[in-house]
């Protein structure tokens, strides 16, 4: 139902503009258009921007991160790899702590941290060893997924909202329309060319905060998924490793 409504409502502002502006009642610049609206449009404007501001700090934010992430990961996969193959546990260890802002690198420097702290003893490494590093993996796989997802939930409610409040300054925008044929008993454009200001900017303004918003949201969920995937892996394999050296160690 909302679809509809604001389909159809999209659909008559380009024929509300081109009323508006050659009757020459208000000006297209946006400072015309502005002074033109009423003190509750000009607040739902505000808060647009307020949304429209904060969505796009996450945005960067998260692209910064995640491109960090991403460039570490492909150069700590291949030490870490090697430092392992060879069964240097300490240096995967100080490999992981060189690259921080990798989400493979937190995950694998807890599984190693503790199994490092039961492996040095001598005689078989028991299974309680293998377990609690793989809960280990566990753990810091949620709180690094909790790290990669900081903020989409916002980006999120700013792309399902935005509409809304737009709508909210349109519906605001037509009543005020009314209002002013009302007070000039007329209904020349002079009476409701305000009204239609406060429709034309807030609906165009909702759909400016909302759309990048939605894509945004989609594209950074599927590269937080992406990541989740590659943590999976790299857990399984560390864990296959644990194993490998277990059996190592009996025979």
């Known amino acids: 139902m909302f679809v509809a409504n ?12 081109a009323w508006v502006v050659q009757e020459g009642a208000v000006g297209w610049d946006l400072v015309s258009l502005l002074k033109a609206m009423g003190i509750l449009a000009k607040i739902v404007v505000i808060i647009l921007f307020i949304m429209s501001g904060w969505s796009i700090g996450v945005m960067i934010d998260r692209w910064m991160a ?7 990961s492909r150069a700590f996969a291949p030490a870490v790899a090697g430092a392992l193959r060879d069964g240097k546990i300490d240096e995967a260890i100080k490999v992981a702590e060189r690259n921080k802002k990798s989400h493979l ?11 490092k702290a039961h492996q040095d003893s001598p005689g078989e490494i028991p299974g309680e060893t293998i377990e609690a590093s793989k809960r280990a993996l566990e753990r810091t796989e949620a709180i690094v997924h909790a790290e990669l997802k900081r903020g989409l939930g916002g980006l999120a409610t700013i792309g399902s909202t935005a509409p809304f409040v737009g709508l909210f300054g349109t519906v605001v925008g037509i009543l005020n329309a009314f209002k002013g ?10 009476a409701v060319a305000g009204g239609i200001a406060e429709a034309l900017v807030t609906t165009a303004m909702g759909l400016l905060v909302a759309i990048p918003a939605v ?35 009996r025979s």
Request: hydrophobic share 45%; aromatic share 10%.
């Open 215 to 249: 894509m945004m949201f989609n594209y950074l969920t599927g590269r937080v998924e992406a990541f989740d995937v590659e943590m999976d892996n790299s857990s399984s394999e560390l864990v296959d490793y644990f194993l490998k050296r277990r059996s190592l160690r």
């Open 66 to 72: 995640f491109s960090a992430a991403r460039k570490q």
């Open 181 to 190: 044929i009302s007070q000039e008993k007329a209904t020349g454009l002079a």
């Open 6 to 17: 604001l389909a159809s409502t999209v659909h008559h502002v380009p024929a509300l503009a």
């Open 105 to 115: 690198a937190k995950v694998v420097t807890a599984g190693l941290m503790e199994f």
